[in-house]
């Protein structure tokens, strides 16, 4: 069982920074693929970024590239999403989940957090 807790969102202008972070329960952390989804109002949930626990690149949607960075610590538990250069279409409740493969499919995931609000205005 994985517990996962979100933090770090907020308002912020476009062209600004800002890294959510991911804290998760249970001992098992580093065996679990880790990712970050993103929903806006009347959207889909749509993937953004996911990490295996080992030296495997990471995998970003389009969108995102060369603009926000995913990283985890494990000795922390903890999970980090790094978005610089925010536009508005960025503004979305960014969720982390944790799930055996890295997959752009959220069902394929098996556990989630609350959620977090980033809102990036222009």
């Known amino acids: 069982q994985v517990q996962l807790v979100e933090s770090g969102g907020g308002l912020v202008q476009a062209g600004g920074s800002l890294r959510l972070s991911c804290a998760a329960s249970g001992r098992t952390f580093s065996s679990y693929v880790m990712g970050w989804f993103r929903q806006a109002p009347g959207k889909e949930r749509e993937f953004v970024a996911a990490l295996r626990w080992n030296s495997t690149p990471p995998r970003y949607v389009d969108s995102v590239k060369g603009r926000f960075t995913i990283s985890r610590d494990n000795a922390k538990n903890t999970l980090y999403l790094q978005m610089n250069s925010l536009k508005p279409e960025d503004t979305a409740v960014y969720y982390c989940?944790?799930?055996?493969?890295?997959?752009?499919?959220?069902?394929?995931?098996?556990?989630w957090g609350q959620g977090t609000q980033v809102t990036v205005s222009s």
């Open positions: 989940a944790a799930g055996r493969e890295t997959t752009v499919v959220p069902i394929r995931y098996d556990y």
